[in-house]
Antibody
């Protein structure tokens, strides 16, 4: 079964960093870019960026440039999203989702989401 | 990149058809044909319903259809069912190789 499995919920203090993982199940890992999307409580979806697991190249939304870092470990079929200098505005559910740009630009499989709470 | 504009809510009765809009700019919807639509039920991850403007993934009902004209994309749900009640988000790839989501439309049945 194709799925993305994310790490568990996190509680962080303002100013700290958080690193969320997203492990891919049995599909050609390097064929699919992995995107990160977050959703603040009661709010809409916000695109953060993508990583190409093949070459490791990344693209970030301007809002997260310099504060977010997406990496991957091909051997473990896992991608990571680290967000630094957290504030209460970063309290949200963080989702990873895959896209195969050779086939389409839709995010066809999503992780279950990781809740990140930033509170002093 | 500003969020795409969607109506806050749309409602309809079972069996009816509804259409919701998603308005962007020439840097996203108007300039590139990679619009997607996602359905999100409460406390669930989003689900892809339409990709690349008008294509349905395997397993998605043919009651869902998408289109685009200029800077505006649309999602139509025909034969509305109770289980269609959810929030729908549009999304577009952009000419800057980024993505942008819409503000979301709550569908009430």
């Amino acid at each position: 079964q194709v799925q993305l499995v994310q790490s568990g919920a996190e509680v962080k203090k303002p100013g700290a960093s958080v690193k969320v993982s997203c492990k891919a199940s049995t599909y050609p890992f390097t064929d699919y870019f992995v995107h990160w999307v977050r959703q603040a409580p009661g709010q809409g979806l916000e695109w953060m960026g993508w990583i190409n697991p093949n070459g490791g190249d990344t693209k970030y939304a301007k809002k997260f440039q310099g504060r977010a870092a997406m990496t991957r470990d091909k051997a473990f079929r896992t991608v990571y999203m680290e967000l630094r200098r957290l504030t209460s505005d970063d309290t949200a559910i963080y989702y990873c989702a895959r896209v195969n740009p050779a086939a389409s630009y839709g995010m066809d499989v999503w992780g279950q989401g990781t809740t990140v709470i930033v509170s002093s | 990149q500003s969020a795409l504009t969607q109506p806050a809510s749309v409602s309809g009765s079972p069996g009816q058809s509804i259409t919701m809009s998603c308005t962007g700019t020439s840097s996203d919807i108007g300039g590139i044909s990679y619009v997607s639509w996602y359905q999100q039920h409460p406390d669930k991850a989003p689900k892809l319903m339409i990709y690349d403007v008008s294509n349905r993934p395997s397993g998605v009902s043919n009651r869902f259809s998408g289109s685009k004209s200029g800077n505006t994309a649309s999602l139509t749900i025909s034969g509305l069912q109770v289980e269609d009640e959810a929030i729908y988000f549009c999304s577009s790839y952009t000419t800057s190789s980024t993505y942008v989501f819409g503000t979301g439309t709550k569908v009430s049945v």
